[in-house]
């Protein structure tokens, strides 16, 4: 038996390899499926089967592209229902894959079609567990994710994971490995640990939700405090979870496409189109394409691009470095993202060489950083009761927009965020509003600390 993560930072999410005498098993698969057909090829198997967990909310899964190339089954738990041919397992229900075989355990309460898979070894033993997004480590999934106007509310899910986790998950046994979908920086927990595979054992001593003496009402109390409100993208990656989704490799085939600056320019003009620069956020400052929004590729970008783009139908047109102009397309697609029109050729210098106009960032020292200036804090409430400048607005990223009025119309204002890649995606955002009378503390408040402002 073989068993591998396959870990994508940007997304926090864990994807899945299982493979047993020739036969493999795909758990949540990334949109872009051609690795697992060609890692199933060189270990001369076959992919039989492709398991999701639940329908996704953070990103668009690859399994009905994944379907169409392998012919192999898509299996769901209980309560799900789709709009495409698939194998909707009962609880219990067990598949064999080689030597091993794979129970499905239906643990409602982060989605009522929330499903663990137990797999056991070629012994018959149990041996780990595919989570999805019911047992995070330090963590479990959120439950105030039901689609609008389901007549279930985040307290009655709250209950109804608080029983799968005591009737489904706890009895198994302490040497049990834990694979949860995802990990640190997803934003489907609150509290997860930057660890990405663990054992049941330890987790039930360290996970709060699993402490064996805590109440049902306990649980809801906290599973539910502190939760921020969910990214406006995840109902519409859901949708296309459920109903379907183009091919990424049509998306990138048509999106892929280099522009001239003058091209560039009338479709910008034509279409509406959000001009996104992903560069990293030094070049950002120093030169950038006006109105451009900032959401740098080298961090946590798709979750990003999700969170402040409204509409994934949004037409988009890119800045890119040299090279990454693919990759960019992959990105925003895995979380549905697929109406990008072409990116600038020869990026950022090339409308800079055409003479064009373009604006800046002004940043300053975080020695220099004045008590008295009023200071935007746009990191989470959370970072921000840890410790901030005497005096600051916290005024989080993912909810910028709601904050532009509190904003002063005179004067110099302060921004920054943890590190400097927050604050400039908001500096970014608001010179797109038309403010401008603003400076960036640059390494935010990581360095602003060490002068103990």
Not at 44 to 73: M, Q, R, W
Not at 392 to 409: D, G, Q, R, V, W
Not at 440 to 445: D, K, Q, V
Request: charged fraction near 25%; glycine fraction near 8%.
């Amino acid at each position: 038996m073989k068993i591998e993560q396959l870990y994508t930072g940007c997304l926090a999410q864990g994807a899945y390899y299982i493979e047993s005498d020739g036969e493999v098993a795909i758990i949540d698969p990334l949109r872009e499926v051609q690795p697992y057909i060609d890692q199933a090829s060189e270990a001369n198997a076959s992919i039989k089967y492709i398991f999701e967990t639940h329908f996704h909310a953070d990103f668009v899964s690859g399994h009905i592209t994944l379907s169409k190339k392998t012919n192999a089954p898509i299996i769901y738990g209980p309560n799900a229902n789709p709009n495409f041919d698939c194998i909707i397992a009962e609880d219990g229900q067990v598949f064999s894959l080689g030597k091993i075989t794979i129970t499905a355990l239906h643990t409602p309460g982060h989605t009522m079609e929330s499903t663990t898979y137990l797999v056991k070894d070629e012994t018959g033993k149990d041996y780990a567990i595919f989570s999805g997004d019911t047992l995070f480590l330090g963590d479990v999934g959120r439950p105030d994710l039901a689609q609008k106007g389901a007549e279930i509310t985040a307290e009655d899910l709250a209950k109804t994971l608080f029983n799968s986790l005591r009737n489904k998950i706890m009895p198994l046994a302490d040497d049990v490995i834990v694979y949860p979908a995802h990990g640190a920086g997803s934003a489907c927990g609150k509290n997860m640990m930057k660890e990405t595979v663990d054992t049941l054992g330890n987790q039930k001593k360290v996970n709060y939700a699993l402490r064996v003496d805590m109440t049902e009402d306990e649980f809801v109390t906290e599973v539910l405090d502190g939760l921020v409100a969910p990214p406006d993208y995840f109902p519409l990656n859901v949708k296309l979870n459920k109903e379907g989704y183009e091919d990424i490799d049509d998306v990138i085939h048509r999106a892929n496409k280099p522009l001239s600056v003058e091209e560039f320019k009338a479709l910008a003009n034509s279409t509406g189109a959000l001009v996104l620069d992903v560069r990293h956020q030094d070049e950002y400052c120093l030169g950038h394409i006006p109105r451009s929004i900032f959401i740098g590729i080298h961090s946590g970008f798709a979750p990003w691009a999700g969170a402040l783009i409204a509409d994934i139908q949004q037409p988009i047109l890119l800045v890119t470095p040299i090279g990454k102009e693919e990759e960019t397309i992959t990105r925003l697609s895995r979380v549905g993202f697929d109406n990008t029109l072409g990116f600038l050729a020869g990026g950022y210098e090339a409308w800079k060489e055409s003479g064009n106009k373009f604006d800046t960032i002004d940043s300053i020292e975080a020695k220099d950083t004045k008590v008295a200036t009023a200071t935007f804090d746009v990191r989470k409430p959370t970072e921000f009761e840890q410790g901030s400048i005497k005096g600051a607005y916290n005024s989080p990223l993912s909810e910028i927009n709601k904050h532009l009025e509190k904003f002063p119309n005179e004067g110099i204002f302060q921004i920054h965020c943890a590190g400097g890649y927050r604050s400039i995606i908001a500096g970014s955002i608001l010179k797109s509003r038309g403010i401008h009378n603003f400076v960036n503390i640059l390494g935010g408040y990581n360095e602003i600390k060490k002068f103990q402002i």
